[in-house]
């Protein structure tokens, strides 16, 4: 098979052919078609590279979902046989570069379905739970983790880089939540009605849930405030 590089080779080499054509009236004609058609695949074929890399480097993480790549040579052969006898007429060239830009096409749509699933999962996986359970230096790390994690599941575009620091920033999260012991029974229910921003009386809190506090080490974190008359 001839790869997206193999092509954009014999592809670029043909630039020469055209410059030899360039003598004389009609030569200048036929060289100014051939470098357009060159420049347009030679841009397809880039993207669909990119594309490629950006799969590949998705496929590369642990419970990532597959990605077909099997069509990266579709209209590509043929294309290559055309160099070999010379230079390709105008159909050729568009033909090639229309196949190579449905492919590219078709493996970034795949590859954003990929993304979504692996990086729910990878949120799904994190035992946010736990966050309760780290000092506050702690709890506002993982906080901001998360909330770049979140951010970045939610990307209508992302590239080999962010799918490092995806994998990066959820490997560091995972370790920290780690490092705290599960929540008791009931704690995460409790602190999120005193996060949830609606000011409690303290009869509002029961001696068992004060208890609660205590036994999980949290009733530094917490402060009492008594009501202007």
């Known amino acids: 098979m001839s790869g997206p590089l193999s092509v954009l080779q014999k592809a670029e080499r043909l630039q020469a052919e055209a410059r030899r054509l360039s003598e004389g009236e009609k030569g200048e ?59 390709p007429p105008n159909p050729a060239f568009n033909k090639a570069s229309q196949a190579v830009k449905k492919v590219a096409e078709l493996i970034a749509q795949d590859s954003q379905e990929a993304w979504q699933q692996w990086t729910q999962a990878q949120l799904t996986a994190l035992e946010l739970a736990r966050q309760a359970m780290l000092s506050l230096e702690e709890q506002a790390r993982a906080k901001t983790l998360h909330q770049g994690l979140v951010r970045a599941a939610r990307a209508s575009e992302f590239d080999v880089a962010a799918i490092t620091l995806f994998a990066n920033a959820h490997a560091e999260l995972t370790e920290l939540l780690n490092t705290a012991p599960p929540p008791p029974e009931g704690l995460q229910t409790l602190l999120d009605r005193l996060a949830s921003g609606t000011a409690l009386l303290l009869r509002d809190i029961t001696d068992e849930e004060i208890a609660l506090l205590r036994r999980a080490a949290l009733d ?10």
């Open 220 to 229: 530094a974190d917490l402060e009492l405030r008594r009501r202007r008359a």
């Open 29 to 87: 004609e036929e060289a100014r078609r051939i470098s357009e058609r060159i420049s347009v695949l030679r841009n397809q074929l880039v993207t669909l590279q990119r594309r490629i890399r950006i799969a590949r480097s998705l496929m590369a993480q642990p419970g990532s979902p597959d990605i077909d790549l099997s069509g990266i040579d579709t209209g590509l052969a043929a294309f290559a046989r055309q160099c070999e006898g010379g230079l």
